[in-house]
């Protein structure tokens, strides 16, 4: 069930209905919550239902267990059997995961090593057909019930004894499918308060979620127009002036495809009385590497950091091995995006940046007042290395990835003309002024100055509605849906 889709909307209105009715109940208002998300999720293939009760089921026994064993008065059984417990919901999540999502990523790997040794098998045709569906969202919510028991092995989080309460959290159908990943530490207990929604809160849900939409329907949608057009026949476009034009307006469409379903996200909780922490903080405006990740994708890049990244040494062992823990988290970061040798690259490529920042100290240099002209290079080179990056993210083979690079840097004119439905130019001046507008509103004081908007603003809300409906683009999936 889409979110840009009237399914959803008709499914919406159904739940905000009764969730009026049941909102100061607690056991009600998690069996809503449990059986909407069920719904929801099971609109794509009911059979994965299963999937993620199972994994949420595991993992809610051995938080319990884990509880009982700290309990025990045997030191042996405190120190031992927890560790134990952590490792097989680790082993459990990562285990499904890896069936459905890296099987025949591994398989084909498998089956080329083989080969060098004269052993000629195909492994991927053996995978049952099962398993090359990828059930949608499943590298979201198995890394939340992953913090689950690793917040509870770290004792910062006491275990719910009730599994509906803890399959309430984890299937919260408005981030379940594309995130952003919501800790239990920060949700679990909040979801046995009774919500309190004020007309203010619901007045700047509202405007999250029009935001939210007009990011998806008018500015991703849109420039996913310009972007197929290019990639649906690569090798035609060999234009310098093309290739840069179609990898801006991917930036465009991925930032404004997760941002704008975050902000839905985020919108649709308020309206339920809880809060999302923010997942995006105009990453295109970062000075650095260092910066963009603390800008894109928050909840994710927080998770690796705290379940990757500080775990293996973070930065307490020297250049050498901080530099070796942070490529290392990117190339498991990659590997989370795709099972695919294009997402490990790209990020390897993030992890390497990040490393020769470190080494040249960029992150402390920044930190320093410098001139205007200095943080604007700054911030124009970083563009650039992520939109370098971004081409390893979209392009499916090394052909593509080849000829990109080829035609983007040999400075060349047009040999075919390039002539999408839409334009890109328009596109790339609203996203502009979109941004500029959002980052000025973040000032208080020069808010302030503009007192006139905020009397207008329900107008400025009405008006994008209205190009949402008028100028929405074809409607399309959302890109971190396939993660």
């Known amino acids: 069930m889409l979110f840009n889709s009237l399914t959803f909307l008709v499914f919406l209105a159904v739940f905000m209905g009764l969730w009026r009715l049941v909102k100061d109940r607690t056991p009600l208002r998690l069996l809503l919550i449990l059986i909407s998300s069920a719904v929801f999720?099971?609109?794509?293939?009911?059979?994965?239902?299963?999937?993620?009760?199972?994994?949420?089921?595991?993992?809610?026994l051995l938080a319990i267990f884990m509880q009982k064993a700290y309990a025990s008065p045997a030191d042996r059984v405190r120190r031992i059997v927890p560790k134990l417990l952590v490792f097989l919901s680790v082993f459990s999540g990562i285990?499904?995961?890896?069936?459905?999502?890296?099987?025949?990523?591994?398989?084909k790997i498998l089956s080329t090593a083989l080969a060098w040794v004269g052993i000629?098998?195909?492994?991927?045709?053996?995978?049952?057909?099962?398993?090359?569906?990828?059930?949608?969202?499943?590298?979201?919510?198995?890394?939340q019930s992953l913090s689950y028991t690793i917040d509870v092995y770290r004792q910062k989080l006491a275990p719910t004894r009730s599994w509906v309460h803890y399959m309430a959290y984890l299937m919260l159908f408005p981030q379940l499918v594309a995130g952003p990943i919501v800790r239990a530490v920060d949700l679990l207990p909040k979801l046995l308060l009774n919500p309190v929604v004020?007309?203010?809160?619901?007045?700047?849900?509202?405007?999250?979620?029009?935001?939210?939409?007009?990011?998806?329907?008018?500015?991703?949608?849109n420039a996913a127009n310009i972007v197929d057009t290019a990639f649906t026949n690569t090798q035609v476009y060999t234009g310098s002036v093309t290739w840069l034009l179609v990898m801006v307006m991917f930036s465009i469409q991925i930032y404004c495809d997760f941002s704008g379903y975050s902000d839905i996200a985020r919108g649709i909780i308020k309206f339920m009385g809880y809060r999302f922490n923010q997942n995006f903080n105009h990453p295109y405006a970062a000075c650095g590497l260092q910066d963009f990740w603390s800008r894109w994708h928050i909840s994710l890049s927080s998770w690796f950091r705290d379940y990757v990244y500080i775990p293996l040494g973070g930065n307490r062992h020297g250049k050498l091995r901080t530099g070796f823990n942070l490529f290392f988290t990117?190339?498991?970061?990659?590997?989370?995006?795709?099972?695919?040798?294009?997402?490990?690259?790209?990020g390897a490529y993030h992890g390497l940046l990040q490393c020769v920042e470190k080494i040249i100290g960029l992150p402390q240099y920044l930190k320093t007042r410098r001139p205007w002209y200095i943080v604007a290079f700054i911030m124009l080179l970083t563009q650039l290395e992520v939109l370098i990056g971004w081409i390893f993210f979209r392009a499916e083979t090394y052909a593509e990835t080849r000829h990109i690079f080829k035609s983007l840097f040999s400075f060349a004119g047009e040999s075919t003309e390039f002539d999408p439905a839409v334009k890109p130019e328009p596109l790339l001046i609203v996203f502009l002024l979109m941004e500029l507008f959002l980052i000025c509103k973040l000032d208080r004081k020069l808010l302030h100055r503009f007192a006139v908007y905020r009397k207008l603003e329900p107008v400025f809300v009405g008006l994008l509605i209205v190009i949402i409906i008028f100028y929405r683009g074809a409607g399309h999936g959302f890109i971190y849906f396939q993660f």
């Open 41 to 60: 999720y099971g609109w794509w293939d009911w059979r994965f239902l299963f999937l993620i009760f199972f994994t949420g089921s595991v993992d809610f």
């Open 95 to 107: 285990g499904v995961l890896s069936i459905f999502k890296y099987s025949t990523f591994f398989a």
């Open 120 to 143: 000629n098998i195909d492994l991927a045709q053996h995978i049952p057909e099962f398993c090359l569906i990828l059930p949608v969202g499943i590298s979201f919510y198995t890394f």
């Open 198 to 221: 004020s007309s203010t809160v619901r007045y700047n849900a509202l405007k999250l979620i029009v935001l939210g939409f007009f990011k998806k329907c008018v500015l991703a949608d």
């Open 330 to 346: 990117f190339l498991i970061s990659g590997l989370w995006h795709g099972a695919a040798i294009n997402f490990v690259i790209w």
